[in-house]
Structures are given as C-alpha cells and as structure tokens.
C-alpha cells in the first residue's frame, strides 16, 4: 500500500472526477469540477461532486438536449476505479455522492499514529515573508503585534510544508528623524560613546527632541547636519544611530521573546546604498518622470488611475517608495525568491499594488514570481473605537501582555488550579493561556475586518478561544492517563493491529481529521488564518460528540477499568497530534496540564 498519510483527499478526488468528466465530454472547454463535503447527513456520502447541473446548463448552451441527472450518470460511467473511493451514487437532481474507502482513511491515519502529522508534498519555494517591522525610537504599537502575530504564523505554515522562508523585520530605521534623534543624544549624554546612555525610554526621548526640534531653529539645522553627517556614514554619526536603534531593538525583542519570535533585522538601512542603485536603474530605462521636481513612477504609464511612486523627492531624497523598490530588487535578485509576502496594515495595500506594478513594469518582478500584500484591519477597543488606555494614551505592549499574564492567572485560581498544578506547571499554564489568547483572538478573525480587543472574550473557556482548545487538548491527553496506557503500549497496539473504525461517530471525527492536509494547503496559499482557527474548532467539536457517543474505557460499578477500547484511544492520539500541529502552527504553546 503505497498512500501515505498525509494525502489530501479532496484533490485527489478532484483529480479522478476531472478524468472522468474530460473523458464524458471531451468537447467541453473547461468544464467546472466541483466536489464538497456532503454535510451531515450520512445518506448522502461524505463527498459530493456538483459538477452535472453546471455541466448540463453549458450542454443546453450549446443546444444538446440534455438533464444533470444523466450528466451524472455520463459521469458515474467514466469514473477511474480509485482506492480512496468505495462507491459513488447519482441522487436527487444530478448530484454524485461519494463515499471514501473506509481502509484508506484508516491506513491514513495509521500514518499519522506511526510518523507523525506529516505536510503534504509541494513544490518547495523560497519565500521572503516581511512582517512586524516596527520603527525605532517610536511605540511598537498593536497593529505591530498583528503583523508580528500573523507573520510568524505564515511563516510556521510555509516551513512545515518545507518551503525555505527567510523571516525579515523589515526595521524602519532610517531616515530624517535619526538628525534630530542624535543632535539630543549628543546634549543629553555627551560621553555616549565611552558610556552607553541610559535611555529607558526612548519613546519619552524621541518627543523630547521632536518639541526642540520643533521649538528651537538652532537645534533644527543641527539636526539637518547630523542627517547629513550620517548619510554621508561619519562614523561618529553612526555609531549614534547604532546605539539609538540597539536601545529600540532590545525593547522589540523582550515582546519577540515573550510570544516566540523568530525573525531577523534587516531595516531600511540595509538597502541605503541598494536605493541608489535602483534609482539609477529606474532613471536609465525611462521610468521615471518629472512632476513639478520630483521624480515619479508609474505602475502603468498609461492608465494614470492609481497614485505613483514617489522614487526621488524634490530635495532629492529618497522615500518609503524608494526602499520598497530597492527591497523588492534586492529579494528578487540576491535572495532569488520566488514569492514576497507583506505582512502590514490594510491601509498599505496600495502602496504594495504599485510597488508592484512598478517591480514588473521595470522588470525587476518577473513571470510567476509572486508579490502578496497581507493585509489586516485596525485593532479597536470594547467601545469598538481605536484600541486606546482609559486616559487615551496607546497601549504599551508590554502592559498589554502583562495585563494578559495577570488576568490568565486569575483565571486559573479562580478553577482553583493554584492548588493542584506546582509552581511550574502553574507558569506555564499561565503564560500559554495569556499568549495564546492574544495570538488565537487575533488570527481566528478575517484579518481583513478590523477586530475588538477584548480580554473578557478571548479568555472565556467556553467560546471558540485558545483557552477552550487548550483545555480541550489537555483533556483528550488525560484520557489515556486515566486508562492508565502509556505511549509506549499505545504505539505496540498500534503495531499489532492499527487503528479501525466501528462507530458511526468515529468515522464523523475520522473525516475531519483526514482534512488536514486540505487545511493547510489552502492557508498556505490565501495565507488566511481564521480558517485554520476554525478548523481547530471543528476537530474539537466532532471529538466532542465522539467521546459523548463512544466509550474509551468502561468502568464497573466500583470504578475500576475493565474494558480498555484501543482503536478509540488511538483515535483519541490521532485527535491530539493534528490539534497540537495546528495550534503550533498558530503559534501557540500546549501544556500537558492546565
Ligand atoms: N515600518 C513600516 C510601518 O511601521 C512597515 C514596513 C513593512 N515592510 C515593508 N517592506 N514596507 O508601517
């Protein structure tokens, strides 16, 4: 039996209903192949393909005479015998309901019990995924935290299906600010290149010189000189900027830390001489236009309906547009990716669509490499405004995840879990339950729609929350605590006969699992979350009603195990590996007991 376990049905089933479709009408140009899961009710299969009424509506246009019904059955006729299809009946208007070979799903998740949940094959891509990128000296603020949250996730999908990611923090940290910055630095902490200064607050630091700058004409053409001086990279002037941007960095990296992290800096700065030679190579293919002394850019030369690029500004300096143009250059060239994926904020989608544009116009953005603005809307408050502190400050991060640790803990005292974990399985619990909220609150929404922050909600274990799903999980893994079954005797029953279905229940929990596969090739290739989220969810609702329905372990009257059902502990193994893949996949740390 050569399938292995991490086939995705419904392309194969896709795959065979194409073959028979062509091959009933080979005259048909692109005929739609469409198969669904058959819902709840087990009379009508477990898949259905909806091709016929399509089929025959298109047959009719080109005047046969003809009905679904025996499209289907024209269908039906031409299907390959397959070894994941066990039959397949023509019902109701034209409908094929499909029923999957029962020892295939079984010898599926047999895999999954002897190897692991393994990624379905892909192509292997290289991927830049650019994501977080919050600016130095200024807050990191929470639609940072989206972009940190949603990029690492993106980035855990793509490497588990074996695709090379590198993971940028495309830092803003440089630029025009960085004059002003330094002319305060050199006032405030004269000796800061013998002693590093003590800034603890550079948000507090980087206002204060914006009010001199503001204020005071003597400091503002300081602080113009101190630009030059660091463009024209004097050493003192850069190892101003470096301490400015190392105090930043380590405030950045305390919230990477805390929420498991991983990314590289590579700021703005890493492409400060790359933008002149992309300039350069915009001005020589004729790209580039004079409007009233700056130099813009097109995405299409013709149809001026978008806005253009600024690549050069009137003082000739260069702009946001500019690093973005060097950066796509510098991914597509020196890295050789194939696909560039923007985590921001939804208001950049523009800016990306032209970037774009202008990459392929030029073209430094060639055939199918692909460019992917991942767009997310605004975080907001309970009172559904701009996510904000009672007196209207932005929220520190910082405080955010404290407030989240507190509250997780309260919770768990509040289940009187203080009293039965120790003090390490406590903080695990805790830290777990705090970032895992945060994370899943944000990433099971539509990350397009703008999303209510609310601890109150994301902490409730009863809602499609990480709390719930955690709680979920450490319950399915005490099932075979209690029955007393190591992983060790699991694994040689597992050996000896493997896992077979009998329940009805079973079979229902079986079918969600085998989706996986599904599942996480299509967020790897629309790159959205929420579905993985909601898949999490289903898995644990139909485990729900298997372990409501189907015994693990019967007991008599006085309590003591007497019957120990394997193949449903074994399922209950296989429920836990696919949940625990997935919330890694979000990003989110499982404890054992919580
Ligand atoms: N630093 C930017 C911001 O805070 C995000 C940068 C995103 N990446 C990029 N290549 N433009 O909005």
Same mark, same amino acid.
């Given at each position: 039996n050569s399938v292995e376990g991490n086939i995705c049905l419904v392309d194969e089933l896709k795959n065979i209903f194409e073959v028979a479709i062509t091959s009933a009408y080979p005259d048909l140009k692109d005929p739609p192949v469409v198969i669904t899961l058959s819902g709840n009710n087990p009379k009508f299969g477990d898949y259905q393909c909806n091709s016929a009424m399509?089929?025959?509506q298109m047959l009719k246009a080109n005047n046969v005479k003809t009905n679904p019904r025996e499209v289907a059955n024209n269908i039906l006729n031409k299907t390959p015998t397959s070894p994941f299809i066990e039959r397949i009946e023509v019902a109701g208007a034209?409908?094929?309901?499909? &029923?999957?070979?029962?020892?295939?799903?079984?010898?599926? +998740?047999?895999c999954i019990l002897r190897f692991g949940v393994k990624p379905p094959p892909v192509k292997k891509e290289k991927v830049v995924v650019d994501f977080s990128a919050p600016n130095i000296a200024k807050e990191m603020h929470v639609g940072h935290l989206r972009s940190t949250i949603i990029g690492e996730s993106i980035c855990r999908v793509l490497e588990f299906l074996g695709h090379d990611v590198l993971r940028i923090n495309h830092l803003g940290d440089w630029g025009t600010q960085f004059g002003m910055l330094i002319a305060h630095l050199q006032d405030q902490f004269p000796d800061y290149k013998t002693h590093s200064p003590p800034i603890s607050d550079l948000q507090a630091f980087y206002k204060e010189s914006k009010k001199r700058f503001d204020t005071d004409e003597e400091f503002?053409?300081?602080a113009y000189a101190c630009v030059v001086a660091l463009q024209a990279g004097q050493p003192d002037y850069i190892a101003a900027w470096k301490l400015i941007c190392e105090v930043s960095r380590q405030e950045f990296q305390k919230i990477y830390d805390r929420l498991d992290i991983s990314i590289i800096d590579r700021g703005e700065s890493f @492409?400060?001489?790359?933008?002149?030679?992309?300039?350069?190579?915009l001005k020589d293919g004729g790209f580039l236009e004079n409007d009233e002394g700056r130099l813009i850019m097109w995405g299409d030369p013709d149809k001026h309906d978008s806005i253009p690029l600024t690549v050069v500004k009137s003082d000739g300096g260069y702009t946001y547009d500019t690093s973005d143009m060097a950066t796509i250059k510098q991914r597509v060239e020196e890295e050789k990716a194939d696909r560039f994926v923007y985590v921001t904020d939804a208001g950049q989608a523009t800016h990306f669509v032209v970037i774009e544009a202008c990459a392929r116009r030029a073209g430094i953005l060639k055939g199918d490499q692909r460019m992917e603005h991942v767009g997310f809307g605004v975080v907001l408050g309970e009172d559904k405004k701009k996510f904000k502190t009672r007196s209207g400050d932005t929220i520190k991060l910082i405080k955010l995840l404290d407030e989240g640790l507190k509250r997780a803990l309260d919770k768990l005292v509040e289940k009187?879990?203080?009293k039965v974990l120790t003090p390490e399985e406590l903080k695990r619990a805790q830290e777990a339950i705090a970032y895992g909220c945060i994370k899943y609150a944000d990433l099971s929404h539509n990350r397009v729609n703008d &999303?209510?922050?609310s601890f109150d909600k994301m902490l409730d274990d009863k809602g499609n929350t990480a709390v719930y799903? +955690? @709680?979920? +999980?450490?319950?399915?893994?005490?099932?075979?605590?209690?029955a007393q079954i190591s992983e060790e005797q699991l694994q040689a029953e597992v050996e000896k006969s493997g896992f077979k279905f009998d329940h009805e229940a079973e079979w229902k929990l079986g079918k969600v699992l085998l989706r996986f596969p599904e599942i996480i090739l299509k967020v790897s290739s629309d790159l959205y979350l929420h579905s993985l989220c909601e898949y999490l969810y289903e898995i644990s609702s139909a485990f729900t009603e298997f372990y409501d329905k189907c015994y693990c372990i019967e007991k008599d009257k006085e309590g003591k195990i007497v019957k120990i059902i394997y193949?449903?502990?074994?399922?209950?193994?296989?429920?836990?590996?696919v949940m625990e893949k997935c919330l890694f996949l979000l990003g989110i740390k499982t404890v054992s007991k919580m």
């Open positions: 399509a089929i025959s034209g409908f094929l309901n499909i &029923y999957i070979n029962k020892m295939i799903a079984e010898h599926i +998740l047999n503002k053409k300081r @492409y400060n001489e790359r933008m002149h030679v992309v300039v350069k190579q009187g879990r203080d &999303y209510v922050f799903l +955690l @709680y979920a +999980l450490t319950r399915i893994r005490s099932i075979a605590r209690t193949e449903r502990l074994m399922l209950c193994e296989i429920t836990a590996r």
